[in-house]
């Protein structure tokens, strides 16, 4: 079976320092991956999503950026965060196996103080 | 340009009432539709796919093209239904778009 891990599930950062959140699938191979943000009133906001290793699609302008540097791995980033970064993050993923249903990770909340 | 709107950000209906939770999308071609649900301290998972016409959980949604809605239904509600509902737009091959969710809430 399939399994989505991300991590770290909380992290409270200071203005300005750097962001890094991981993302895994096992049990798939060649997934299509995605961040979301779910911000307050705002519901699910695309951020980034992946069809292959180093493909990347930005949906919208911000401080932040995503790398694929293998297969089942998917890395949110940021040089330096500002407060309206906190949210929480969600990791996704598609595949054949999926049945045309994308499948979330557990998410990773960010607080930036 | 593709949309999903979810007009009411909170619901909230008393055990045994009927629900209907509101979703209306902007898609150009054919659209491929979903629900999904998210309960208290879990993660957010499919409910139901337009394209299965299903029941779960004694939910069901029907595709109206000529609305372009794509309403959440249930005769009945439980308490167990309190959770924040999404709906969701599959955009081209690869994109996901989501609305911004209702909460709904189910008092005893």
């Known amino acids: 079976s399939q399994t989505i891990h991300q991590w770290p599930a909380t992290l409270v950062q200071p203005v300005g320092s750097p962001l890094s959140l991981e993302c895994t699938v096992e049990?798939?191979?060649?997934?299509?991956l995605y961040w979301y943000r779910q911000a307050a009133g705002r519901g699910l906001q695309l951020l980034f999503y992946?069809?292959?290793?180093?493909?990347i699609s930005s949906e919208v302008p911000q401080n932040l950026s995503a790398s694929r540097p293998q297969d089942r791995q998917f890395i949110l980033s940021s040089k330096k965060l500002l407060l309206s970064d906190s949210g929480f993050y969600l990791c996704?993923?598609?595949?054949?196996?999926?049945?045309?249903?994308?499948?979330f990770g557990e998410g990773s909340w960010l607080t930036v103080v | 340009a593709q949309r999903v709107t979810q007009p009411e950000k909170l619901l909230s209906v008393f055990k045994g009432a009927p629900v209907e939770l509101k979703c209306n999308y902007s898609y150009s071609g054919s659209p491929e539709l979903f629900w999904y649900v998210q309960y208290s301290r879990q993660r957010l998972q499919l409910l139901l796919r337009?394209?299965s016409r299903e029941s779960i959980k004694g939910f069901t949604a029907d595709l109206n093209k000529g609305e372009t809605s794509f309403h959440l239904k249930k005769p009945f509600a439980q308490e167990e239904d309190s959770a924040m509902y999404y709906c969701?737009?599959?955009?081209?091959?690869?994109?996901?778009?989501f609305g911004t969710g209702t909460r709904l809430k189910v008092l005893a």
């Open positions: 992946s069809v292959g290793i180093g493909q």
């Open positions: 337009h394209i």
């Open positions: 996704a993923w598609w595949g054949r196996v999926s049945g045309n249903t994308i499948y």
């Open positions: 969701a737009l599959k955009s081209g091959t690869y994109k996901y778009i």
């Open positions: 049990g798939t191979s060649n997934p299509n």
